[in-house]
């Protein structure tokens, strides 16, 4: 009877937790831009408009603008605060342009102007 007992706690004994689960808890992200934005053709140039709705740290974004492949221009833009921001950017005649907004030599936003030269289907 006693070898009964010992058999049946040793039994349900097995079947508990023999330890506590580990709660990671919830993981935080670091802070991220929020960025959007839109080009809009002048006489002669470009005006680019970008809002801001989050920003993580103060920093530059770095707007590198392009005609085709080769870079033309290359300006910055200090952000501390969410806002609107633009700049305006020069344009030799109706070809393809497009705008790369960097923040820590990260590309974050590529707008682009025109239409782009593609090869033609084979």
Do not use: H, N
Not at 5 to 28: E, I
Not at 64 to 80: A, N, T
């Amino acid at each position: 009877m006693r070898l009964g007992w010992l058999l049946l706690l040793l039994l349900l004994s097995a079947c508990r937790y023999t330890f506590v689960p580990l709660d990671p808890g919830r993981a935080s992200f670091p802070p991220r831009l929020g960025l959007s934005g839109a080009l809009e053709p002048t006489p002669g140039g470009a005006l680019a408009r970008l809002t801001v709705r989050r920003v993580g740290e103060p920093g530059y974004l770095e707007l590198r603008w392009y005609k085709g492949d080769q870079l033309y221009e290359e300006r910055s833009i200090w952000v501390e605060a969410p806002g609107v921001y633009e700049a305006r950017f020069s344009r030799l005649d109706e070809g393809y342009y497009r705008l790369m907004v960097l923040v820590g030599r990260s590309p974050v936003l590529q707008l682009e102007l025109g239409t782009p030269l593609l090869p033609a289907p084979p």
